[in-house]
């Protein structure tokens, strides 16, 4: 099957008003806490893009119910002391997200689960979730010898540990959070740097209580289990910062720009992005800012504006880490240098993001170095030309951004990946204005 180039023209302006998707990291954790709670649940706004597809197929196989309808996700539940062993292993396909948290949700359930991962995912790390789950005690759990996918469960009686997590990963937080509702005794993470909470957030919406204690050393959070009965969840998912990035930098980038990107999360372990920006000379106003279920929302308006260079790194890189690609894209046509230190968490992403980020951007132009934990970026313009997405969702997006000023048309080879997180993008793209056409 050939996979379809995406052609994006250098455009002048962008103008508009969007509703970006719901939020990724917060669409898993509504699908997979749904089937933790006995009942219905009902989720508005959730992403369906091909990754989340993937959380849902796996609280299927698990014996709950999902009707989709109407704009709402209905999620009906046994509750789960009842949940079913799957029949055959859980396809986690590319979702880092749905592969690390099963762990933790499989770990106290009592019976056989196997999660096997396309060949992207299944290079990923899996042995920092494995290892620390491993000390709580289920009956059985272990990755390939690799480190990655497939994971082979048995679930058993869990005990409560005290975990300093090695990086600051919101996936490995989350699947500890998740087995410790079920483990005896104090479950205490120390996170070296604020991963995203949403995971807490919503769990203490469902009705359990987490605790957190920011220390010296630190981010602490701390669950009593085992937990009783959970409230089945209801919400309405606020858009994707990592998506609404994309517009971000887009609007900032091109010249007379005006946008708008309504009910944006900005959920302060997610607002990195933005805050960079602003500190590069980013024209970005909040408006309506509220909070719902505990997560920060605003509408965006971003107006263009010239960007100059900076150091960015340190333990703000967590916040901002899906969005460094199309940030990258932003340095590029920046005023001066820009240099991003901290960020090796980026090699284990879809792909080598320090790699294939420098790779693509070179491609269509750019002065951009890999280093060890980074990159060095001189700022210019992009000439366009044809480079690879790599398979990456967001490296493709960051091109097509990229192309938007280049001087000449840039063609993303291998675009479709964008429907991982995304799959209204090229729509978006042009209700702003761009031109952009598919090219097998
Ligand atoms: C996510 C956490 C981050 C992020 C990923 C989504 C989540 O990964 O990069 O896209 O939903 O918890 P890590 O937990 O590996 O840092």
Redesign the pocket.
């Known amino acids: 099957m050939t996979k379809p180039n995406l052609r994006v023209h250098p455009t002048q302006t962008l103008h508009g008003d969007l509703l970006p998707p719901g939020d990724?990291?917060i669409s898993?954790?509504a699908v997979l806490f749904s089937a933790l709670a006995k009942g219905t649940s009902r989720i508005r706004r959730a992403l369906i893009s091909g990754d989340c597809e993937r959380s849902l197929a796996a609280v299927k196989a698990l014996g709950c119910q999902v009707r989709i309808g109407d704009g709402i996700v209905a999620i009906t539940s046994p509750g789960r002391f009842e949940l079913q062993a799957p029949d055959q292993a859980i396809d986690c396909g590319r979702s880092?997200?749905t592969i690390?948290?099963l762990c933790g949700l499989l770990a106290a359930r009592p019976f056989a689960s196997r999660l096997v991962a396309d060949p992207q995912l299944a290079r990923r790390p899996m042995a920092r979730v494995v290892n620390p789950l491993k000390r709580m005690g289920p009956s059985q759990i272990r990755c390939a010898t690799a480190g990655g996918a497939p994971v082979e469960l048995v679930g058993g009686p869990l005990k409560a540990i005290r975990y300093r997590m090695p990086?600051?990963?919101?996936?490995?937080?989350?699947a500890l959070l998740i087995a410790a509702l079920d483990a005896h005794g104090v479950t205490e993470i120390i996170e070296p740097g604020p991963?995203?909470d949403?995971?807490e957030l919503m769990l203490e919406h469902m009705g359990a209580l987490v605790e957190r204690i920011r220390l010296t050393t630190g981010h602490c959070v701390r669950i009593l289990g085992p937990v009783g009965a959970l409230s089945p969840v209801e919400l309405t998912v606020p858009g994707d910062p990592?998506s609404a990035a994309f517009w971000v930098v887009a609007a900032t980038i091109t010249s007379g720009s005006d946008v708008w990107l309504r009910d944006v999360c900005i959920n302060p372990t997610r607002d990195g992005a933005l805050k960079v920006l602003e500190r590069m000379g980013a024209d970005i106003e909040r408006h309506n800012p509220r909070v719902e279920h505990g997560e920060a929302i605003a509408d965006l308006r971003v107006r263009s504006a010239p960007l100059r260079g900076l150091r960015i790194g340190g333990e703000e890189i967590?916040t901002m880490?899906?969005e460094l690609p199309v940030l990258a894209v932003a340095a590029c046509v920046a005023q001066g240098p820009t240099v991003v230190t901290d960020a090796a968490?980026l090699r284990?992403?879809e792909t080598d993001r320090i790699e294939s980020t420098a790779n693509a951007l070179r491609a269509i132009g750019a002065q951009i170095v890999s280093t060890a934990d980074g990159w060095q970026i001189e700022g210019g313009q992009f000439l366009g030309g044809f480079a690879s997405s790599a398979g990456d969702h967001r490296i493709a997006m960051a091109l097509a951004v990229a192309g938007l000023v280049g001087k000449r048309a840039t063609c993303v080879k291998d675009f479709s990946c964008a429907s991982d997180s995304y799959p209204g993008f090229v729509s978006h793209l042009r209700a702003l204005g761009a031109r952009a056409h598919w090219e097998s």
């Open positions: 990724k990291s898993h954790r880092g997200t690390r948290l990086v600051a990963s919101a996936q490995v937080k989350s991963a995203r949403h995971t990592s967590v880490i899906d968490e284990v992403k």
